[in-house]
Every structure is written in C-alpha cells, then in structure tokens.
C-alpha cells in the first residue's frame, strides 16, 4: 500500500510585509459615497468641539493670560494666547477626527455590518481594505480641519501664506493617528473597549504635547516623553507657520510621525489578520 505524500502549505506570518495595491481605492471610493450622505451632519459634529475649545479657551482664558513665549528660530518670541492654542488646538482636531473614524466608524464595518467581509467577496485583500480604511479616516480628518483652518482664517488669528504647508502636514498627522487607531479596532470586542484609548491615550497627549500650555513648562522627565509623543512633533511643526516662521527641526519630527504611522499600520494590520484568521 502506497501512502500519498501531502506537502502541507506553510501558515503565512502575520507579520508579513503588507500586500497591498491599487485595489484599495474602489473601498475608499466607498466610504466616501455613503459620507456624503451625511456630510453636513457629520462636518457640524466635528467641528463644533474643536471651536468651542478655542472660543472658550482663546477668547475666555486669552483675555487673562495675555502672550505666551514660544521658542522659535530666531529666539523667544511673544504670540497672542489664541494663536498659541489655535496652532495646537488644529493638531489635535486632526488627531481626533481620524481615531473616531479609525475606531467607531471602521468597527461597524468590520464587526457589526460586517461590510469587511462582503468586500472581501470580490477579489479585493484585507490589506487592501485595511489600507483603505486608514486612508479614508485621515481624508476625512483633513476635510474637519480644513473646516477649522477657514474658521481660524475668518476670524484673523493668522494669515500666514506658511499655513499651505500645514495642510500636508495635518493630513501625516491623520494618517498617524488613524494608524495607531486601527491597532485597538483589531483588538477591540465592542465600542466600550474604546473608551481605554481616549481615556489613557488621546487624552493625557492632549494635556503633554503643547496644545494648552508650552511644554517647557514641565517637569524634565515628562519633557523627555512628551518630545516623542505624536501629536507634540505634529505641534511642533504646525505651530512655527501660524507665526509666520518655519519649524526647526523638522526633519526629525516628520521622521517620528513616519516611524508611528509605519509601525502602527503593520501591527494593526497583523491583528487585524489575525482577527480575521480565527
């Protein structure tokens, strides 16, 4: 008696390099079909927080703290409180438009609708629906805070022609964010499971990365942190071109946003194969 000899396949890593193409764009196209539905409502509810933070914060506590110093290229300089805060406040509007879209809008397609899996019927790769869902959640980061930027513009809190250059920028900082978002959307069992990134993550950065308050303004040993937290370096290099100056260092703080989106996206994209291996 013969025995056949099976030569069994090797399990892929989950680690592997992501495969991905221009199949990701008919999922974006997707997505914004069905937001453009509910643009309106949804542009309102994104902006409205970001603007009452400056409102009452610009204005309300402006008026009491007056200028803030802020280092810059060529020495400390003076700026209106306002400025101050709506250079950062910008930063964590994109930071927050892009995890809500990464986490709550993206769980109800993968788990809940299970729009994931009738994508992936058609010749269309998880990573492929993955990539999509980090791009869409950082487009649509980029339209609330191009929103914001006309607000801040009508209102003159700065007219520097720089602000062009921000507008690249705040997209990387969607694009990081809704990286690191799609790590707890892999993991997470419901929507409660969220509520541990805002309250241990997004917001303590809110608080340490320069948005209310300088950060020379901490103690040493939370300065070393807070210089390697995302949304700081995304401060760092948005701030300097609401005072009409450009940022230094900025070689350094586009490399770090670079390493969190880059390993951000390949561990949620590994948990998320392994989510949908089981």
């Known amino acids: 008696m013969t025995t056949a000899n099976y030569v069994q396949a090797k399990p892929q890593s989950i680690w592997r390099a992501p495969e991905v193409s221009f199949r990701f764009w008919p999922v974006f196209l997707r997505n914004l079909l069905v937001w453009r539905k509910l643009a309106i409502p949804s542009l309102v509810g994104n902006i409205a927080e970001p603007l009452m933070w400056l409102i009452a914060f610009g204005y309300g506590m402006g008026a009491l703290v007056g200028e803030v110093n802020v280092a810059g290229p060529a020495g400390t300089v003076a700026v209106p409180y306002i400025l101050f805060l709506a250079s950062g406040s910008i930063c964590m509007s994109a930071m927050q438009a892009a995890s809500f879209e990464a986490l709550y809008s993206a769980f109800s397609r993968m788990h809940v609708q299970k729009t994931w899996d009738g994508i ?60 690191i978002a799609l790590i707890f959307n892999a993991l997470a069992k419901g929507y409660d499971f969220f509520t541990y990134y805002f309250t241990l993550f997004l917001t303590p950065m809110m608080f340490l990365s320069g948005v209310f308050f300088p950060l020379e303004q901490l103690p040493v040993v939370v300065r070393v ?3 390697w937290l995302p949304l700081s370096n995304a401060v760092a290099l948005v701030r300097p071109l609401f005072m009409d100056q450009w940022p230094t260092d900025a070689i350094r703080h586009l490399a770090v946003l670079a390493v969190y989106a880059v390993g951000s996206f390949w561990i949620a994209l590994a948990l998320t194969r392994k989510r949908f291996a089981k």
Do not use: Q
């Open 120 to 179: 992936m019927n058609a010749p269309v790769s998880l990573d492929n629906v993955v990539l999509a869902e980090m791009l869409w959640a950082a487009f649509k980061s980029l339209f609330t805070v191009t929103a914001i930027l006309g607000v801040m513009l009508a209102l003159g809190i700065s007219h520097s022609p720089k602000l062009f250059v921000a507008w690249p920028i705040l997209f990387g900082v969607g694009i990081t964010f809704s990286c």
């Open 225 to 227: 942190v807070a210089d």
